[in-house]
């Protein structure tokens, strides 16, 4: 029964807590329900940011509270075994957040109002090593220029030359990540924006996407022997990479002053590399 099962975890991972809060509870669908509350708030205790589930609410800060704050609803025994169906998936698919960006094009760029700092990297390193590969580059161009509005014209005609700017694919991207990591435009650390927009950070919470979880066929993590505070930490490192992302994104995709602002320091990082990009047309 997936509520023993959740009391055992807890038993094995929480000893001092299961002593003091769970031994003593009897089996019951709601407090089943209650000790997956406590489980989940444990890890996030630990610093884990996980998904949001429907029935199952967390308290971080006070975990024994989770044990009795229970929706009105699930105090009745059928809502709390039917609450446990999503009990036993929680603990069968448990992962942690993961940051990483989606490959999927509309997702992207709908709207036309976000990630085109993402479209002017992909862009530029569509002959490299990191070419993301997820779509015919002009396919992509094309998608992003049919999403903006007519008041945002401006990055159109940018992004329309960014073809003829193109990096030759000779170009040594790692070298490069770590020249634009001594590049901070307005406190943001280009380097970091870099390989979060092309999944090369070397961490697979900000590498990997929900999506890419789902087509890897995700299991769920070992409860009995994952180290929970490794993964806090790895996920505030990816959490980092993704803000120096998002906020040089939200600037990027905003101002097309900025746009050609960071577009020139890449231009230049790439040219002391010994590899000039062609020659805008």
């Known amino acids: 029964m997936i509520g023993l099962r959740a009391a055992d975890i807890l038993r094995q991972r929480f000893a001092d807590f299961y002593a003091a809060h769970v031994a003593g509870l009897k089996s019951h669908p709601s407090h089943f329900v209650g000790i997956t509350q406590a489980l989940f708030s444990l890890v996030e205790a630990c610093g884990v940011e996980l998904p949001d589930f429907l029935d199952i609410r967390t308290e971080p800060h006070n975990p024994a509270a989770a044990l009795i704050a229970l929706p009105t609803h699930l105090k009745r025994d059928e809502d709390a075994l039917a609450a446990l169906d999503e009990c036993r998936w929680a603990l069968e698919a448990f992962h942690p957040i993961v940051y990483g960006l989606t490959h999927e094009i509309e997702p992207l760029f709908d709207g036309g109002r976000q990630n085109l700092l993402l479209l002017l990297l992909w862009v530029l390193a569509d002959q490299t090593t990191w070419s993301p590969g997820a779509a015919d580059i002009q396919d992509v161009i094309d998608y992003a220029l049919s ?6 014209q401006a990055f159109a005609e940018r992004i329309v030359r960014l073809r003829d700017q193109r990096w030759p694919g000779d170009l040594p991207m790692d070298e490069l990540a770590r020249q634009l990591d001594q590049v901070i435009y ?83 990082v790439v040219a002391r590399l010994g590899a000039e990009p062609p020659a805008s047309a």
Not at 147 to 152: D, K, P, Q, Y
Not at 214 to 220: F, L
Not at 249 to 254: K, M, Q, R
Request: charged share 25%; no cysteine; net charge negative.
């Open 147 to 152: 999403e903006l509005s007519a008041e945002r």
């Open 186 to 268: 307005r406190e943001l650390n280009l380097g970091k924006a870099l390989r979060y927009a092309f999944a090369a950070t070397g961490l697979q919470f900000a590498d990997l996407s929900l999506e890419e979880l789902d087509e890897m066929g995700w299991t769920g993590m070992d409860w009995y022997s994952v180290d929970f505070a490794t993964i806090a930490a790895e996920q505030t490192e990816a959490r980092d990479f993704l803000q120096h992302y998002y906020d040089l994104d939200n600037l990027v995709s905003a101002q097309p002053e900025v746009f050609d602002e960071v577009l020139a320091l890449l231009t230049e």
